[in-house]
């Protein structure tokens, strides 16, 4: 059987590449298991025959070993098999060993991989409770063209590239704003500005990952930055979630790993809030291996019933910890403006990266942000988002309480701007078709198992279905009328299947 027979050979060829690529850089040992074939399909929105057929394609080509009713694992010297150059078939041109024209490198080989991720886009009248974009409706259009054209107005004598880091008067503004707002403790010299919160994320995988380093990310997590991780070959090491947040009790069994990536104010998707304890014994852990723990600060702005908690940066003693920030939850996704603060012993290598990667973000919106954050405008925004998603929050909560009460309950609403519905009576294996009956009812929901590191998830089958509702895109009303048909596709769904025993669920809904 021929991967070329797949319906989609350019992504069956990929992910051969991105797992034939893991074995020889070491990222997959010899004998390490390989996820089923069905949670590679669900992670990565592939056909489960598609997955079978590559996985067959890897076994025929000697570098993984399958066998009925049991994991699939990587073969005993399968690295050896690439490095030794043998000719191994393309999956697409089966049989032929030709090169293909133009070869990716590694990296690009994972990242081809991976796909682009883009959200399909909504049809007309569609209600979208996709967790990211925030209403046009909520940017302060005056107060940012005002500042846009102050900034213009101030003729400046040298159109000149700036400090890689970033616009001085910008760093300085952040650096008053996070003592303030987050307890950060940094000079203005710590702090980069960079196009998104995404871009810091590759910059540490780049700085400070070799193939096969090991990383230790939360499950279920962040995948956009698992995936930077994974691009430049980093093995995860998938620590579990409670109701506080990253099992940090659970790192002394990791062993050495060259870097942690943690959302401790919100845990990404979960919610939950890392208590000071954890934080603690995290940074103690990372001080004592050697290791280096990213904080990402993504939507600290909106806590709506708890209370702010020491940042790990401003509790670092090691300096290891690298804070990163954005202006995506607050003003747009768009502007692709976010900060890092590093330890100063990473200052000067994350500059010099900077520098090589785009010279620096583009300077008008900078300085306009700039003036926000001196004149009190942005804190002034700021309080207005979070009254307005409490709001919206709110109106969610009360129709799914109204339409659903019991059926389901909701993870991770003390703060952000999405929560999570778990579906006590339905099992995670009909996500996708309450994904599907939505759709045909004219609502985007999605669900939470892509977010689920693959083998971890399968630890545990009992866990309900669930999902991840985003709601700062939508109006109030949207919400209500969402969450009636979102209930009616639950309940069209149920009826076309064998109850499923709504016993005690997963570890997953602690808090
Ligand atoms: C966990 C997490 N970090 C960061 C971001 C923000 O990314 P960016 O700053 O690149 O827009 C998001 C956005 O959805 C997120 O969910």
Known sequence: MHLATT???GLSRALYEEIRTGIADGTYAAGAVLPSTRALAAERGLSRATVTLVYEQLAADGFIETRAGAASRVASGAASIHRAGQPTRSPDRPGTGAPPSGRLSAIGRRVAAMGTGLPLATAPGEIDFLYGPLAGSDFPT???????????RQRVRR?????????????QALQV???QTRGLACTADQIMIVNGSQQALDLCARLLLDPGDRVVVENPGYRAAHQAFMAYGAQLVCVGVDGHGLKVGELTGVGRAQLAYVTPTHQFPLGSFLPIARRRELLSWAGRTGAWVIEDDYDSEYRHAVRPEATLQSLDTWGCVIHVGTFSKTLSP??????????????????NAKRLTDRHAATGAQRALALLLEDGSYARHVRRMRRRQLARQRALMQAL?????????????ASGLHVVVWWLSLPKSVEADLVRASRQRGVRVYPISPLFHPVADEMSPRRPAGLVMGYALLEDEEIREGVRRLAGAARSLKAGMRLWPASGHSEASTS
């Open 7 to 9: 319906g989609r050979p």
């Open 142 to 152: 005056l107060t940012w063209s005002k500042a846009l054209r102050a900034v213009e």
């Open 401 to 413: 309480a109204h339409h659903l009460g019991d059926e389901v309950e909701v993870q991770g609403a």
């Open 159 to 171: 159109l000149a590239y700036e400090d890689p880091r970033g616009n001085p008067e910008l760093r």
């Open 177 to 179: 704003h996070l003592g």
């Open 334 to 351: 768009q502007l692709r403006l976010g900060y890092m603060v590093l330890p100063p012993s990473l200052v000067e290598p994350f500059t």
